[in-house]
């Protein structure tokens, strides 16, 4: 079965891609920016470039996120759910944050609406919600708050 990891060049899709190939897994990458051979195009937004991108894949490993576009990830899943479902795809996999379901963070409300997008469609589904990584954290519009603190995720 081949495996489109969404999102496979950034910092949790590598890992991700690096696992299941050393589980002789066939995976597709799915890069904003293709750069080596095995990668293909993805963009959350692009219709169709996210139907050829699951074309022919059995799983979907969904890590690809826009923080700084607060519409990108519901679009995004939106267009992926029903790509998926067209091309048959057996089970999506959607990996999400810890503590989000009365968060105040527009990005956090905005993965919450993915998950229900995700839960409303055809595909079989499952939503790994994992805590946030410090790199991700820091590099995320909430950090660069004007108030003169650094908010930082409390274990």
């Known amino acids: 079965m081949r495996v489109l990891v969404t999102g496979g060049s950034g910092d949790l899709g590598r890992h991700v891609v690096s696992r299941l190939r050393a589980a002789n897994i066939d995976v597709r990458v799915g890069a904003r920016t293709p750069r080596t051979r095995g990668e293909v195009a993805y963009d959350l937004t692009d219709v169709d470039v996210t139907r050829r991108a699951v074309a022919d894949v059995g799983a979907i490993v969904h890590l690809a996120s826009q923080p700084t576009r607060r519409t990108a990830d519901v679009e995004g899943m939106r267009i992926l759910r029903s790509a998926a479902a067209s091309a048959g795809v057996d089970h999506l996999l959607f ?30 589904w499952t939503v790994a919600r994992a805590t946030q990584s410090t790199a991700s954290w820091a590099a995320s519009p909430t950090a660069s708050q004007s108030s003169g603190s650094f908010p930082c995720p409390v274990a």
């Open 95 to 124: 990996v999400s944050i810890v503590g989000i379901d009365d968060h105040p963070f527009a990005y956090y409300r905005a993965k919450r609406t993915a998950e229900q997008i995700l839960a409303d469609g055809d595909v079989p």
